[in-house]
């Protein structure tokens, strides 16, 4: 320390300024001169004229008793401009330096202090209660959520935990100079939405009314926003609603919605769905089923499909609609009294004849209204249609046929060859008349054949 002041003290002011512009920071005179000023500053306070600071050990005496006349003054005033000019410098290497941090409830901050010179000090934070939490590596409050991460002269970083809504506000870090310095650090706390409920489809709605539907989400900071959505169709909101919450700074979000159904919306998927900063790129929703009231619809189905006469027929009236419908008249067209009331959907015909051919009605009946289906009964014989089973043993039928012609004619083949062998057969018995010029030398070849021929033997099996 003793040959920097002796170093700075056979400079001038004003060269001394000019050699550590030129130099920079890095070089060896100014890295003497901060440290020689840095322990002026911790042993002297900040005074002088117009609120300059003064130096006394460094000035020379004419400079700082602002004696000599004219020219003193001048040069005592160069001299206390260069040292603010140095101590401002000073002021910014040991100024320490933080950054804003953002954390969803119930994660992790971060919260870093770093500083250029520490000019042999340590480094603090401090809460938004202004509670010291860590002076350099030593804890100073009891909770198992802060903890340290790292600590070194030029940084002291820190990291709280499970970070809750009220932990939210201005963390300081300070180093103990003279005078102290501090830099802030805004912690903002993001409360997560909760999932949202729908309300308002709990009673069935009939068709051609206005549904009218509310979704809410709560817990959001800051507040989050609705959408709807019908399937795959977007629906725009009536209304939104933000109501901040008493104690806990977050709020409640409702929308509402309303729109026209029809039958086709019976069973529609509608969702809610809340965006939000702090869900990081996912969704929170919510879907429900609509139920739409409608009316009923109706149709005959015959079985069989072709009835015929002597046949069983039975008439199905298949009722669709929200609710089912549970009530079925039969009538039949010019006849007075009805065929059949009853819960029971199917109209049976026993023995069928042609006094029933007919024009028959079915009248469904719900909650939400009554609608006729009619079914036209031809009882005719005139053209009947095969059945499946019919038609299966006209196949079997036809088969059998060609297998038995195949058979037959395979027969009079295997007859007509054995004919014909039979025959060469018999002409073995004259054949020594075959080369005779009449018929006596023929006669005698013959007898002669005879003959010659006790020995042969015919064996007939």
């Known amino acids: 320390m003793q040959n920097c002041v002796s170093h700075r003290s056979a400079v001038p002011t004003g060269r001394a300024e000019e050699e550590t512009r030129s130099r920079g920071s890095a070089s060896p005179s100014w890295r003497c001169g901060r440290a ?7 042993s002297v306070p900040r005074s002088g004229g117009a609120g300059l600071p003064v130096w006394p050990n460094v000035l ?4 700082r008793d602002f004696g000599g006349g004219a020219a003193g003054t001048r040069s005592g005033m160069l001299s206390a401009v260069g040292d603010a000019l140095r101590w401002e410098l000073l002021d910014s290497v040991s100024q320490p330096t933080t950054s804003d941090e953002t954390v969803v409830a119930g994660g992790t901050v971060v919260l870093k202090c770093q500083v250029e010179d520490p000019d042999d000090s340590s ?7 202004q509670q010291t939490l860590y002076f350099g590596e030593k804890r100073a409050l009891r909770d198992n959520r802060i903890q340290l991460v790292r600590s070194t002269p030029n940084e002291l970083t820190i990291s709280i935990s499970n970070v809750m809504l009220v932990d939210e506000g201005e963390y300081t870090c300070s180093i103990f100079t003279m005078p102290v310095r501090t830099a802030k650090a805004l912690v903002t706390v993001l409360g997560i939405p909760q999932k949202p409920q729908i309300f308002g489809h709990e009673q069935p709605i009939d068709e051609e009314k206005i549904a009218r539907l509310t ?7 800051p507040a989050a926003q609705l959408r709807w959505k019908k399937g795959n169709k977007e629906l725009k909101a009536e209304g939104m609603e933000v109501v901040e919450d008493s104690h806990n700074k977050t709020f409640t979000v409702s929308s509402r919605v309303e729109f026209r159904v029809t039958k086709e919306d019976d069973n529609a998927e509608v969702t809610c769905t809340v965006d939000h900063e702090s869900l990081q790129n996912s969704e929170r929703s919510t879907t429900q089923k609509l139920q739409v009231h409608y009316k009923p619809t109706a149709k005959i189905e015959p079985q069989p499909q072709y009835p015929r006469e002597g046949e069983k027929l039975q008439l199905q009236c298949d009722g669709q609609g929200n609710p089912v419908p549970r009530e079925f008249l039969w009538e039949k067209e010019g006849s007075d009294p009805p065929q059949q009331l009853s819960s029971e959907r199917v109209l049976i015909f026993p023995f069928l004849n042609k006094s029933d051919s007919g024009t028959y009605i079915c009248t469904a009946t719900s909650s939400m209204g ?4 009619k079914y036209n009964l031809d009882v005719s014989d005139a053209s009947p249609v095969l059945s499946t089973s019919s038609t299966y043993h006209a196949v079997i039928g036809g088969v059998v046929a060609v297998i038995v012609f195949l058979l037959l004619s395979l027969l009079i083949v295997l007859g007509h060859y054995l004919i014909r062998h039979k025959g060469t057969y018999l002409t073995h018995e004259a054949k020594g008349s075959d080369d005779a010029p009449d018929a006596d030398t023929a006669i005698i070849n013959a007898e002669g054949g005879q003959a010659g021929g006790d020995d042969k033997k015919e064996y007939f099996i």
Request: proline share 7%.
């Open 123 to 129: 480094l603090q934070w401090s809460n938004p209660a």
């Open 215 to 221: 979704c809410r989400s709560s817990g959001s900071k």
């Open 60 to 63: 020379p005496k004419r400079d």
């Open 370 to 373: 009554s609608v006729i289906a």
């Open 36 to 42: 020689a000023l840095s322990a002026e500053r911790r």
